[in-house]
Structures are given as structure tokens and as C-alpha cells.
């Protein structure tokens, strides 16, 4: 059974950094796809960074391209994500998902989702 167990988040003062932690057991980081979606209060859910080994892309939203970095650790089961400069609109929820395998690309599952979700983080930004 895959289980993300996502870690990070809180308060921060806009332009300031947090990091989100996503650990991932019983799954192995091999044909897979993972990554990170939020959702604000009054908005859609939405995909943040996604990774794909099927296309070995990397997606970014508009909104975050140049402020949020998404990256892994293989030996440790972990993807992070990095956010920097971070703005009162990032404020959301943030939630960790993966699949395997991974048949399609990074941006089609920022799209349409993947398989396996974690609990969800809240990150709010103050200004």
C-alpha cells in the first residue's frame, strides 16, 4: 500500500520560503510519477509541480515557474518542494500525490491528478 506522509507548511510572511517534505512507502521511485497540487478556499484545485518518469519532464504552473522548485530524493523516498518568495495567493492547502506507473506525462498528471494523495498541508502566506 502506498502512503505519502507529508511534512512542512505553516505561517510565513510574503516573500518568505518554506519547504514541504513528502515521504513515500511502499513505493519505489522507478517508473512513477509524483508531485505536488494545492487548493485555496474558493478555488479549483490546482497542480503546482509535477515529475514524470515517462517523459522525464518536469511541470510548473504559471503561477510558481521561478519560485517553487520540486526535487527528490531517491535513497530517502522523498520529493520536496521549495518555495521561495512565496505570496499571499500561494495560501492553500497543499497536498502530495504520486502513481505508478507512470504512463503519461508531468503535465497531464498536474492536470488530471494521480493515484495516491497525502493528507494535505496548509501554508499560509500573510502579508
Known amino acids: 500500500e502506498v502512503q505519502l506522509v507529508q511534512s512542512g507548511g505553516g505561517l510565513v510572511q510574503a516573500g518568505g520560503s518554506l519547504r514541504l517534505s513528502c515521504a513515500a512507502s511502499?513505493?519505489?521511485?522507478?517508473?512513477?510519477?509524483i508531485g505536488w497540487f494545492r487548493q485555496a478556499p474558493g478555488k479549483e484545485h490546482e497542480g503546482v509541480s509535477c515529475?514524470?518518469?515517462?517523459?522525464?519532464?518536469?511541470y510548473y504552473a504559471d503561477s510558481v515557474k521561478g519560485r517553487f522548485t520540486i526535487s527528490s530524493d531517491n535513497a530517502k523516498n522523498t520529493v520536496y518542494l521549495q518555495m521561495n518568495s512565496l505570496k499571499p495567493e500561494d495560501t492553500a492547502v497543499y497536498y502530495c500525490a504520486a502513481t505508478e506507473p507512470a504512463s503519461y506525462s508531468s503535465n497531464y498528471y498536474c492536470a488530471y491528478g494521480m493515484d495516491y494523495w497525502g493528507k494535505g498541508t496548509l501554508v499560509t502566506v500573510s502579508s
Open positions: 511502499g513505493f519505489t521511485f522507478d517508473d512513477y510519477a
Open positions: 515529475i514524470s518518469s515517462s517523459d522525464g519532464g518536469t
